[in-house]
């Protein structure tokens, strides 16, 4: 049986090694311990790496489905599909502990506004001992059509102060993976930040939903197989969903 427990807030910096164990001078741990059903006893006390998986978005219902809030969307989806409860307040973020299979995952959605997303991101890492390769961040991306996703291990920042300020907080760290979600560039002049503040047309909200469902199973697949060819074979069919033949 899988099980996990919440801690208090605690803020200490994110270490560049990459242990799997919460601190001992932590009161309480997020357990990774799980018992498999196999009668050889080398195999009764299995233990998985963890991941968190961040959803970035502004806190607050005027926010709520606006263009620069999908990551926070696929947060809830994800939370509602597992059946994990985001209850918890920690390290100013909204949280939730729960798995994907046996494996433990922590959904957070931080609620110190986008710009100071790290805030959040660096100091659970770190109070979990998250590795990096293991620690998912969810944002919009203007660079991908809407309603298209994206599965990479790591990149840069490409401008957004979200992901700016999370990268920051990982001593400037850039390899941990990526699920970006697609919101298009915005029409004509319109200003950028007019843009992300924007609500969907009714056609772009259902691209957008049918890509939280399509992001919730990527997601599955690389928490319990990591980036192997299903995420390749996922990508690619992203790539080209809205191409006409």
């Not at 242990?19 to 299995?46: G, I, M, Q």
């Amino acid at each position: 049986m899988l099980s996990a427990i919440s801690a208090p807030n605690i803020l200490i910096p994110y270490p560049k090694t990459t242990h799997f164990r919460a601190s001992r001078v932590a009161p309480t741990r997020f357990r990774v311990s799980a018992v498999a059903s196999s009668p050889d006893p080398k195999e009764t006390n299995l233990e998985y790496t963890p991941w968190l998986i961040v959803g970035l978005g502004n806190p607050g219902i005027k926010y709520h489905g606006t263009r620069h809030n999908v990551g926070f969307e696929m947060i809830d989806k994800i939370s509602q599909k597992q059946g994990i409860l985001l209850n918890t307040i920690q390290s100013k973020a909204l949280i939730g502990i729960g798995s994907i299979g046996e494996v433990p995952i922590l959904l957070a959605k931080p609620q110190a506004y986008m710009n100071y997303s790290g805030e959040s991101v660096g100091p659970l890492a770190a109070y979990y001992k998250i590795p990096l390769r293991h620690i998912l961040l969810v944002y919009d991306e203007m660079s991908l059509p809407n309603g298209v996703l994206r599965l990479q291990p790591k990149a840069g920042h490409g401008h957004h102060n979200g992901v700016k300020s999370v990268m920051g907080h990982l001593d400037g760290r850039k390899e941990f993976p990526r699920l970006c979600i697609g919101i298009g560039n915005p029409p004509g002049n319109m200003d950028m930040k007019a843009f992300l503040l924007q609500k969907f047309s009714s056609t772009e909200r259902g691209q957008i939903d049918a890509a939280l469902e399509q992001g919730v199973e990527a997601v599955r697949s690389l928490v319990l197989s990591g980036f192997s060819d299903g995420i390749t074979r996922f990508n690619l069919g992203q790539k080209y969903k809205y191409h006409k033949v």
